[in-house]
T-cell receptor, first 114, second 112 residues
Framework: EADIYQTPRYLVIGTGKKITLECSQT?????MYWYQQDPGMELHLIHY???????EKGDLSSESTVSRIRTEHFPLTLESARPSHTSQYLC?????????????FGEGSWLTVV | KQEVTQIPAALSVPEGENLVLNCSFT??????LQWFRQDPGKGLTSLLL?????REQTSGRLNASLDKSSGRSTLYIAASQPGDSATYLC???????????FGEGTQLTVNP
């Protein structure tokens, strides 16, 4: 079973609030990702990191920011939430082993901005 | 830009049926392809990972095939069970790293 955790699982916040979604993994994986998924839609990569102090924007433009100060921790922050940020956010990490890149997902954070 | 398409978008079958889910991708220069399962309110669980050099992978009642040249993959589920009901996602890994491009998924319902 994968050891990747996201908090909070569910959150409702008001417009303009700052929110940080936490993601932690205890597997020592270098590569970590944030995906955004609207209900019934595909996942879109919004941020990724290949190691400490490495962060990149993904395929989908996002107003969120990320940081990677420690290997195990990859938080995502929205400085001023808007209703358009309402979505599910999925964190993932990758084990780049000899058998290929196995990706592990957290259970997701459901964010509703009212 | 890689595009991944899954057909059908939704599928409802009686228990015990064998079924096939389809995935197609536009750029055949892939590193690998993965099939995931997503349950409502949950994250994704990796089911099968196929490297670009492989043709298929099997795990229990699941069999995934890959045809890079035609840009297609199938997920075969044998003897379906109500517990198989979920959304199944296909994702393609790009050549240069581990970034995945996902399809929109197939929502499967297995009726008892």
């Amino acid at each position: 079973e994968a050891d990747i955790y996201q908090t909070p699982r569910y959150l409702v916040i008001g417009t303009g609030k700052k929110i940080t979604l936490e993601c932690s993994q205890t597997m020592g994986h270098d590569k970590m990702y944030w995906y955004q998924q609207d209900p019934g839609m595909e996942l879109h990569l919004i941020h990724y990191s290949y190691g400490v102090n490495s962060t990149e924007k993904g395929d989908l433009s996002s107003e969120s920011t990320v940081s990677r100060i420690r290997t195990e921790h990859f938080p995502l922050t929205l400085e001023s939430a808007r209703p358009s940020h309402t979505s599910q956010y999925l964190c993932a990490s990758v084990n780049s082993g000899t058998s290929g890149n196995t990706i592990y997902f957290g259970e997701g954070s459901w964010l509703t901005v009212v | 830009k890689q595009e991944v398409t899954q057909i059908p978008a939704a599928l409802s079958v009686p228990e015990g049926e064998n079924l096939v889910l389809n995935c197609s991708f536009t750029d055949s220069a892939i590193y690998n392809l993965q099939w995931f399962r997503q349950d409502p309110g949950k994250g994704l669980t990796s089911l099968l990972l196929i490297q670009s050099s492989q043709r298929e992978q099997t795990s229990g009642r699941l069999n995934a095939s890959l045809d890079k040249s035609s840009g297609r993959s199938t997920l075969y589920i044998a003897a379906s069970q109500p517990g198989d009901s979920a959304t199944y996602l296909c994702a393609v890994g790009e050549t240069s790293g581990s970034r995945l491009t996902f399809g929109e998924g197939t929502q499967l319902t297995v009726n008892p």
